[in-house]
Every structure is written in C-alpha cells, then in structure tokens.
C-alpha cells in the first residue's frame, strides 16, 4: 500500500479528494492547468498576487496520488467569499474534485459566519453553470457585456442557503434549462 504525504489541509468526508492551500510551488501545475481550462487564461502573476491574499487559493489532490487535479480562488469581501477561479485537469473532471472545494469554501463561509459565496460565470458556459447549480448556487443578476474581449453577459451565480432567490425571469430561464 503506497501511502501519500500530504500537507496540511482536509481530507473532504465522501471523496477522494484532498484539499488544501496553494503554496507558490503548486503554480507550474495550476498553470498547466488553466492554460488548458479556458480561452483567456490567468498569467502567472495573477496567481501570485492572489496568493499574497491570506488564504486565497486552493489546491484539490486525490488521495490517489498524480500530483493537482483542481485548484481555486477567492477573495473575502465585505459579506461574502468571491470566487474569482475555478478549474479541474481535463481527464479528472466529472469525478468530485470541483465539489470537494466547493464543500471546502461552504465550510469556510460557516466557520466565518460569512452569508453567501458567489461567481461569476460566462452565459456560454453551461457546464460550469450545471456544475454550480448541483453546488446549490442560483443566478440571481445578469451582466450584461461584461467581458473586454468577448461579446458576451454574465450571470451572477450565488450560494446563500436559507435565503430564496428571486422569482424573475432569470429564474425562470434556469429552472428551464436544468429540468429539461
Ligand atoms: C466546472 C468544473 C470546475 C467542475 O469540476 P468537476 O470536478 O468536473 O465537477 P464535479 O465532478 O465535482 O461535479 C459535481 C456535479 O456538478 C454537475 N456538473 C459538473 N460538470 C458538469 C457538466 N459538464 N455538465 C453538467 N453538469 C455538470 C454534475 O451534477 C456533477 O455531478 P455528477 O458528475 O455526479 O453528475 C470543471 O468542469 C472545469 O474545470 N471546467 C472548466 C473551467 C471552468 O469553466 N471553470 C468555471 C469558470 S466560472
């Protein structure tokens, strides 16, 4: 049995997943990854910048072994965590990783009594809106033209448990998209 040597971090309850800060050393591998995550990735000094940021980066690995399979970032604003980043290595997706650090950010809005965790995310991209909806999330506001070199709106999406969202046409658009 081959037994894995992890840093400080938390093993998520009903994964396989391990989660745990970045450190400066994980970015070669969180770069590997962006770059094949997105069409206008973050540059290495975004990363760096946010880890200056007290706690503002997570790694995902699998007790398995094979080095990082996600990481995000957020930031803490006045009452709630932002998530500015998300990602999952292509091969790991579908298997957990991106819950397991929603669970963790969840834990953290707890223990900080924080209300709400929210994103940001493309109109285009509905698997990412698929993904945060089955974490609880709803979209709550339209941006409209938000990106600088895409024409294209965001949807505010949110996760506040106890607190409905809006019943609007926005509303209304998702419940047709995720019942079909
Ligand atoms: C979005 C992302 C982080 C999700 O990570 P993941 O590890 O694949 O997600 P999980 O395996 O934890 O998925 C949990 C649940 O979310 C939903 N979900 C996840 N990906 C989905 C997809 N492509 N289509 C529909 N539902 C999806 C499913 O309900 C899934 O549970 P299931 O697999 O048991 O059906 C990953 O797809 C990714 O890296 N995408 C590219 C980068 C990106 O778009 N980031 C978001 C920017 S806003």
């Not at 080095?67 to 957990?96: C, P, Q, T």
């Not at 993904?131 to 895409?150: P, T």
């Not at 658009?173 to 019942?179: A, E, I, Q, R, T």
């Amino acid at each position: 049995m081959v037994l894995m040597q992890f840093k400080e971090g938390t093993f998520m309850p009903k994964s396989n997943y391990f989660v745990r800060g970045m450190e400066r050393e994980d970015i070669g591998q969180v770069m590997n990854i962006e770059k094949s995550s997105f069409q206008f990735p973050w540059r290495k000094y975004n990363f760096l910048r946010s880890l200056d940021m007290p706690h503002a980066g997570l790694v995902c690995e699998s007790i398995k072994g094979g080095g990082i399979v996600g990481y995000s970032v957020f930031e803490h604003e006045n009452n709630k965590l932002f998530l500015l980043n998300i990602a999952v290595r292509g091969d790991d997706r579908r298997l957990g990783a991106g819950r397991a650090m929603i669970d963790k950010l969840k834990a953290k809005r707890w223990t900080r009594e924080i209300p709400a965790i929210e994103t940001m995310v493309r109109e285009t991209n509905i698997s990412a809106q698929s993904f945060f909806a089955e974490q609880g999330f709803k979209a709550n506001q339209v941006l409209h033209d938000n990106y600088d070199f895409l024409t294209e709106d965001a949807y505010v999406m949110r996760y506040s448990p106890g607190k409905l969202a809006p019943e609007n046409r926005l509303s209304g658009f998702f419940k047709g998209v995720y019942m079909r």
